[in-house]
Nanobody, 126 residues
């Protein structure tokens, strides 16, 4: 069984930074893409960023461009999300997800991801 385990969430003041990590454990699996999503209270889960595992291509939601950076460590099978200039509206539970088959759909679409982590809380105070 594959597990994705997020870490690095916490409480930070507006303007601060956090780095989230998502490590894969369990049986060996390959990802076409690994992404981050977030869900704020009372809102739908939304796309944040994703990285194509083999080529390293990255995609971001418009509101995160320039502030968030997604990266990966192939050897550790881990994906990171560096979040800078955080705003109170970034407060949410952040989820890591894996797309194991390209045929599942566009990598910016939540439905394209078939393995999910449990999430990590990020709270940005004003």
């Amino acid at each position: 069984q594959v597990q994705l385990v997020e870490s690095g969430g916490g409480l930070v003041q507006a303007g601060g930074s956090l780095r989230l990590s998502c490590a894969a454990s369990g049986r060996t699996f390959s990802s076409y893409a690994r992404g981050w999503f977030r869900q704020a209270p009372g809102k739908e889960r939304e796309f944040v960023a994703t990285i194509i595992w083999s080529g390293g291509y990255t995609y971001y939601a418009d509101s995160m461009k320039g502030r968030f950076t997604i990266s990966r460590d192939n050897a550790k099978n881990t994906v990171y999300l560096q979040m800078n200039s955080l705003k109170p509206e970034d407060t949410a539970v952040y989820y890591c997800a894996a797309n194991t088959r390209r045929s599942l759909g566009p990598v910016t679409n939540i439905r394209a991801y078939d393995i999910w982590g449990q999430g990590t809380q990020v709270t940005v105070s004003s």
